[in-house]
């Protein structure tokens, strides 16, 4: 059956489209009374963990503001927990929290490369339910935390200023740091094999923590354990998009991994990174995400001012350079896909 909105993987692609397509990182979520009236019901990992509730929660944005793509709701931590590490998810305790976080070479021989299909099949469920529930009506992102990403968290034990733990792993015991990274990127890349396997019709890496590192030691660290996730996936046509937070310095070597996609923040030009490397990946991005609390007028110059910077043609598939906030008016975020649909139009002519 024909994909009613197929945009997204048509830009993905590079392929012509009549419009530039559009979702938003963290679409499903607390800025939706929707999804606040069924959080107010159940914890966060409970939401995460049953199937139909995931569903739900991931199609409201597709039904409430009009996106042109799914995400699968889940939260990239459910790996590191799948590996056998403890997670604490608990509201106003400061995040997420790993209780016993890894501090030497024993903690990670501990870490098992699971099954996901049995330790994560609640993942896989969600995937085949929202497919379900979408009937073709747009495409369904799966996606993962970067191995790196993953690795902050469990080295820290939570979220970090400093990143002290995580960086004198990398600085003092570099193969113990590439011993753990290599385990994420496979445990990563066979949850990620098992999304497509799911139903999933693309999917995200989420390196939200490769801009803490300096330049040389990104590449060393973070991408290079991308580039592993990316040379073991099984894609089968399913674009993959690589998006790393602060960490313009790089574009050119991200975009040498060979993703489909490179997701840009709100810090990067997005001409001049088609200039740099628009030849051969698609670009996502890259409205800075505070700019929904402006005026929806202000919204609209903001994604015009955007859409001219790429200029003609297709390949930008147009999102935020970060996830949206959660106090943002639902009406703004309307705002910002419907100016993305109404101004795109005259750059695909």
């Known amino acids: 059956m024909p994909k009613l909105n197929d945009l997204f993987l048509r830009a993905c692609r590079g392929e012509p489209v009549e419009r530039t397509p559009v979702w938003m990182m963290r679409q499903a979520g607390r800025y939706l009374p929707e999804y606040r009236a069924v959080r107010a019901r159940h914890d966060f990992l409970t939401l995460c963990k049953t ?17 042109d793509a799914c995400i699968i ?10 590996m056998g590490m403890e997670l604490i998810i608990e509201e106003g305790k400061g995040g997420p929290q790993f209780p016993h976080p890894i501090r030497s070479r024993a903690d990670i021989d501990k870490l098992a490369v699971p099954d996901p299909n049995h330790r994560l099949k609640f993942v896989m469920d969600a995937l085949r339910l929202t497919r379900k529930h979408l009937a073709n009506r747009v495409p369904l992102i799966g996606f993962a935390g970067s191995p790196w990403t993953l690795a902050t968290y469990m080295v820290e034990g939570k979220g970090s200023r400093s990143f002290r733990h995580i960086k004198e792993l990398v600085y003092d015991n570099p193969r113990d740091a590439q011993a753990l990274l290599d385990k994420l990127a ?17 999917i995200q890496i989420f390196d939200t923590w490769g ?6 030691e990104f590449r060393e660290f973070s991408l290079r354990s991308i580039s592993q996730v990316l040379q073991l996936l099984r894609r089968n046509d399913a674009p993959v998009i690589v998006f790393c937070k602060d960490c313009g310095h790089s574009l050119e070597a991200i975009a040498d991994t060979r993703p489909d996609v490179v997701g840009l923040d709100w810090t990067v030009d997005i001409g001049r990174a088609r200039d740099m490397v628009g030849s051969y990946v698609a670009l996502q991005g890259n409205l800075d995400p505070a700019i929904l609390y402006a005026s929806p007028e202000h919204i609209q110059a903001a994604v015009r001012k955007i859409l001219e910077k790429f200029g003609k043609g297709s390949g930008h598939i147009f999102n935020l350079g970060h996830g949206i906030l ?15 649909k109404a101004e795109s139009p005259k750059y695909h002519r």
């Open 73 to 82: 709701f889940s939260d990239i931590l459910v790996v590191p927990e799948a």
């Open 211 to 216: 801009g803490i590192l300096p330049p040389d």
């Open 51 to 67: 199937p139909e509730l995931a569903a739900e929660v991931s199609i409201q944005p597709v039904e409430i503001v009009g996106v």
């Open 186 to 202: 496979r445990s990563v890349a066979s949850y990620l094999n098992a999304q497509l396997e799911a139903g999933a019709e693309a």
């Open 326 to 340: 959660p106090d943002v008016p639902v009406e703004h975020a309307k705002a910002f896909i419907e100016a993305v």
